[in-house]
């Protein structure tokens, strides 16, 4: 046989092999599709398949193209914020974006009610895992951004110990994850008040137990989050001065003027008033002057003049006031109030000191006189007793 024939041959066997196989696969493939499942037919199963397979992916592409934005746009910025998006949205997982298209298939078949069911509760379970992740997240962000004021320095001691930031972390990660954990059993139908109930009494009975060191780390974690003080200012807890050394779990550190080290204990320390002479931005200044009853009317009336004077011609100085208030025990007082307009204590204590200098030298040149404490005191003789210029009276011979 020749090669021409031979291949003529081989072409008409391939032929009728193709017209007997494709109308047998198109005749099984219309069978399976013709099928039914859970009261759905096979070329709906088909389509929503189509739909799984081709939405996670784009979903994934979707999270990877916006990721990867964030991420540069990042770089760029100087606010954290887009950091902690740019970090969502990295952590969103590749199973919550396969439930959601799974969702979305199953929109389109008409499913019997128990197995409808079962796929919500399953994007439900999976919706609060991704959010539980995702409130993970920004609870390390806010804490971290409270405690990056205090970060240690390299080479410096700790001005905030560790640990509080990592208790409130691991607080605010336990009561995220509390609350995925009710949320997916509530989901499973199961009864969660009792449980609750019990959490609540156990919670209690914790915090009973362990009252003043709790008091102590909530009172440091106060301090972190409302931050009254915060270390390296200087603060007055009633007679108690000195500068923030370091905010620990259960005590703060104070290093006092005159060198030694204070501690207080953190709930105490917020029991009590907190005066922070660091935040000061101006100082106010009140002081009397006293003059004696004896002088003139005149130079009583021109004294409020003269203090007025004498605080203007001071720099960084504010005048608030200078009037007669009182007529004291040793004389008349003026009450003189003035603010500086600087928190340096030792720009104060400049300032004051040649103001009193100026008014000592004015008013002395004034012929004013300052009242001194005194008191007059009135001999009065006892009765028979001759008056003051009268001679004794003889004694009578004997």
């Known amino acids: 046989m020749s090669a021409g024939a031979s291949s003529a041959a081989a072409g008409g066997v391939a032929r009728a092999a193709k017209s007997i196989m494709f109308p047998a696969m198109t005749e099984a493939l219309e069978t399976l599709l013709g099928r039914t499942w859970l009261g759905i037919t096979g070329l709906q199963w088909l389509a929503a398949a189509v739909i799984?397979?081709?939405?996670?992916?784009?979903?994934?592409?979707?999270?990877?193209?916006?990721?990867?934005?964030?991420?540069?746009?990042?770089v760029r910025s100087a606010s954290d914020v887009?950091?902690?998006?740019?970090?969502?949205?990295?952590?969103?997982?590749?199973?919550?974006?396969?439930?959601?298209?799974?969702?979305?298939?199953?929109?389109t078949l008409d499913l019997p009610e128990r197995w409808d069911q079962r796929v919500h509760t399953a994007l439900i379970i999976g919706g609060m895992i991704q959010g539980g992740l995702w409130a993970s997240t920004v609870v390390r962000y806010l804490v971290d951004r409270r405690f990056a004021r205090h970060v240690q320095a390299e080479g410096a001691a700790p001005q905030v110990t560790p640990i509080a930031q990592t208790m409130l972390r691991l607080a605010g990660l336990v009561l995220v994850w509390t609350v995925v954990v009710l949320v997916v059993l509530s989901a499973f139908g199961i009864n969660i008040t009792a449980l609750v109930a019990g959490l609540g009494i156990g919670g209690v009975a914790v915090a009973l137990a362990v009252q003043q060191v709790l008091g102590d780390?909530?009172?440091?974690?106060?301090?972190?989050?409302?931050?009254?003080?915060?270390?390296?200012?200087?603060?007055?807890?009633?007679?108690?001065?000195?500068?923030?050394?370091?905010?620990?779990?259960?005590?703060?550190?104070?290093?006092?003027?005159?060198?030694?080290?204070?501690?207080?204990?953190?709930?105490?320390?917020?029991?009590?008033?907190?005066?922070?002479?660091?935040?000061?931005?101006?100082?106010?200044?009140?002081?009397?002057?006293?003059?004696?009853?004896?002088?003139?009317?005149?130079?009583?009336?021109?004294?409020?003049?003269?203090?007025?004077?004498?605080v203007e011609r001071r720099e960084q100085v504010r005048f608030d006031r200078a009037t007669l208030v009182n007529f004291?025990?040793?004389?008349?007082?003026?009450?003189?109030?003035?603010?500086?307009?600087?928190?340096?204590?030792?720009?104060?204590?400049?300032?004051?000191?040649?103001?009193?200098?100026?008014?000592?030298?004015e008013m002395r040149g004034l012929g004013y006189e300052f009242a001194l404490p005194s008191r007059t005191l009135y001999v009065v003789p006892p009765e028979g007793a001759p008056a003051a210029g009268q001679a004794e009276p003889a004694a009578a011979p004997g």
């Open 217 to 310: 780390i909530l009172a440091s974690i106060s301090i972190i989050v409302d931050k009254p003080f915060q270390p390296g200012e200087f603060i007055a807890v009633g007679q108690v001065m000195g500068t923030v050394r370091r905010i620990g779990v259960r005590s703060t550190v104070l290093a006092s003027l005159s060198g030694e080290e204070l501690v207080l204990s953190n709930n105490d320390l917020l029991s009590s008033r907190i005066q922070n002479f660091t935040r000061m931005r101006e100082r106010r200044v009140v002081f009397r002057v006293g003059v004696v009853y004896a002088t003139s009317q005149e130079l009583i009336e021109r004294l409020p003049g003269l203090l007025r004077a004498a």
């Open 82 to 107: 887009d950091d902690v998006i740019a970090d969502l949205v990295e952590r969103t997982r590749t199973w919550f974006l396969a439930l959601i298209g799974l969702r979305l298939a199953t929109v």
């Open 52 to 74: 799984l397979l081709a939405l996670t992916p784009t979903l994934m592409l979707i999270r990877r193209t916006a990721a990867r934005r964030l991420r540069s746009y990042a």
């Open 328 to 361: 004291g025990e040793s004389g008349l007082e003026y009450e003189v109030v003035y603010i500086v307009l600087s928190a340096d204590y030792n720009l104060y204590t400049q300032i004051h000191q040649q103001l009193l200098f100026e008014l000592l030298r």
